[in-house]
């Protein structure tokens, strides 16, 4: 089975511009979370979609946003970009909603200049 | 709110050493507790969650509630364990998606 994949791996923006990056879960997973990883705040949490729909969301601003398509893939999307915005983000898949074990894309490694 | 506190940012064992990372967790229910890792330039993996009592790659983790610990152990640690870890915790019945990391600790073993 193909693991999650994400893409693009990595992506340099400038100030103010916007972002889309995308991740397709294991086939058969229905749940896609997303995660932003820096030095300084570690692993935090964005979101989780499940069935086209968001159903958790972590404490970042309204410029973070996401969706769900109806075969499971995910976008989030990053509006008016800020250097702090710099960071890898990881996406992972579980197969539903009761489902413990998450796993976890390569990531993309977002450079805000 | 869950959080997760791993106190040892850096770790160095010999081979053959006994190795333990910490991790407390604060959290008033009863979360489900997991140890992920991450070798180099590989993607973040799940190693063990408490509720399945596995022992992944000789390694261990015991829940102490009472000192709302999940310490990870290996009674001999191997080069190739060198990687970063990271505790987390979900609370336990709700659905999924929300897992709390800690900062993680980097571990080394020399040879």
């Known amino acids: 089975k193909a693991g999650v994949t994400q893409t693009p791996r990595y992506l340099i923006k400038t100030r103010g511009q916007q972002v889309t990056l995308s991740c397709s879960p294991i086939s058969g997973h229905r749940s896609v979370s997303w995660y932003q990883q820096t030095p300084g705040q570690g692993l935090q949490f964005l979101f989780e979609y499940f069935s086209e729909t968001q159903r958790n969301k972590g404490n970042f601003p309204g410029r973070f946003s996401g969706r769900q398509f109806s075969n499971s893939r995910s976008e989030m999307n990053v509006s008016t970009l800020e250097l702090g915005d710099s960071a890898l983000y990881l996406c992972a898949s579980s197969f539903d909603r009761s489902s413990y074990e998450q796993y976890f894309g390569p990531g993309t490694r977002l450079t805000v200049t | 709110a869950q959080r997760v506190t791993q106190p040892e940012k850096l770790l160095s064992v010999f081979k053959g050493a006994p190795v333990e990372l910490k991790c407390n967790y604060s959290y008033s229910g009863s979360p489900e507790l997991f140890w992920y890792v991450q070798y180099s330039r590989q993607r973040l993996q799940l190693l063990l969650r408490?509720?399945s009592r596995e022992s992944i790659k000789g390694f261990t983790a015991d829940l102490n509630k009472g000192e709302t610990s999940f310490h990870l152990k290996k009674p001999f640690a191997q080069e190739e364990d060198s990687a970063m870890y990271y505790c987390a915790s979900q609370r336990r019945g709700s659905t999924l998606g929300r897992l709390y990391f800690g900062r993680g600790t980097q571990l080394t073993v020399w040879p």
């Open positions: 408490h509720i």
